[in-house]
């Protein structure tokens, strides 16, 4: 799908990758599964790319909707360098369409304006340094919409000694997919259900991409992977959609992959859907624990139970949570590698001999300061 921008629009940016020239002269963008084939003028439908002098351009890179140090199990992150700050951002646009969308005034921005930040990749890793966070996140909306500046961000980042970390739908083709998703050292996928029907009707996407870049990042990179399913009532929390789902990532990813499952509220075009019941979510992570998931979590909802990490083989709490800050620790490393102090089994993950006291903050911060 392409969209016809009028001239005060018109869309300007730097060459884009991924894309090439179809017989009707059309130019085809191969970032992602929708294929978009544009004609001089018009963007894509993430709005974000789209096609300028005989070329697909980027029209966000350098820009940015803002700025936050944020703890890093918001992401959500529970088993990479918990209690540490991480700097997030995000551009605007999205490749899917999801009716549900928790960001949606910033992935459905079709307004210049909500980019009212501007920063290189090296002003992003300065800023990092200079307020003290361990990682950079590119969140918000996704990330692989503006692959190349967030390429060119790892990179800085790297430079300094920083971690990356991508939040993302993984709605993405083969070939950006292996040149981002290596590069980060954590990522969160957004597994928004296990059905082809929801995918289609509620995200305007296709559900076996999404798979293929999960199993992609579990068995080809070296990033910790963990996954985020957004329980909606009534349409993907009956228990037999939660079996195969849970199902799959315990068998295909893995048991040690954590699984945050989180409550939905009623937000962008699913303004009449109720809440999700916290009772609704202990059940979902009953199901992922009987298909034998290991890390399962509850989110959006006040429930410590659901919060804490438990070691995999004799059951006590080795990472307690208040407000995602970890208030009880009972980890050791041993090499590289974390055990739980009562048992001395493994605990998957990347972790310090400490946690750090980051706590709940959210705080803003600007290029400039």
Request: glycine fraction near 8%; charge should be positive; aromatic fraction near 8%.
């Amino acid at each position: 799908m392409a969209q016809k921008i009028a001239d005060r629009d018109r869309i300007s940016g730097v060459p884009g990758r991924y894309w090439h020239r179809l017989e009707d002269g059309r130019l085809q963008c191969d970032l992602c599964p929708r294929y978009c084939r544009l004609r001089e003028g018009q963007r894509g439908f993430c709005y974000v790319r789209g096609r300028s002098d005989d070329k697909i351009v980027l029209a966000t890179y350098g820009r940015s909707s803002g700025f936050c140090i944020d703890p890093i199990e918001k992401k959500p992150l529970y088993h990479f360098l918990p209690g540490t700050p991480v700097l997030s951002f995000g551009t605007a646009g999205c490749n899917l369409a999801c009716k549900f969308c928790q960001n949606w005034d910033i992935s459905k921005a079709r307004d210049d304006d909500r980019l009212q930040e501007t920063a290189s990749p090296d002003a992003i890793a300065a800023i990092a340094v200079r307020t003290g966070c361990r990682s950079v996140a590119f969140t918000y909306n996704d990330p692989v919409i503006f692959l190349e500046y967030a390429a060119d961000t790892i990179a800085a980042c790297r430079e300094r000694g920083l971690h990356t970390i991508a939040v993302s739908a993984g709605y993405v083709c083969a070939e950006p997919r292996e040149a981002f998703f290596r590069l980060v050292d954590a990522v969160n996928i957004d597994l928004k259900a296990f059905s082809e029907r929801f995918y289609r009707t509620l995200c305007g996407g296709r559900l076996a991409p999404v798979l293929e870049t999960l199993e992609y990042i579990a068995r080809e990179t070296s990033a910790w992977l963990e996954v985020t399913t957004l329980v909606i009532p009534g349409e993907n929390d009956s228990d037999d959609e939660l079996d195969r789902l849970t199902s799959w990532v315990a068998n295909t990813l893995g048991r040690d992959v954590p699984l945050h499952l989180s409550a939905f509220h009623p937000a962008w075009r699913m303004l009449n859907r109720p809440r999700t019941p916290a009772s609704s979510l202990r059940r979902a992570r009953l199901i992922a624990r009987a298909n034998g998931l290991r890390h399962v979590y509850t989110g959006n909802v006040l429930d410590p139970a659901g919060a804490a990490t438990y070691c995999p083989s004799c059951g006590k709490v080795v990472i307690g949570r208040t407000d995602y800050l970890p208030d009880r620790w009972r980890l050791q490393l041993a090499g590289r590698r974390a055990v739980c102090n009562a048992c001395h089994s493994v605990v998957e993950g990347v972790f310090e001999e400490r946690p750090g006291d980051w706590g709940s903050r959210c705080v803003p911060v600007s290029p400039e300061a």
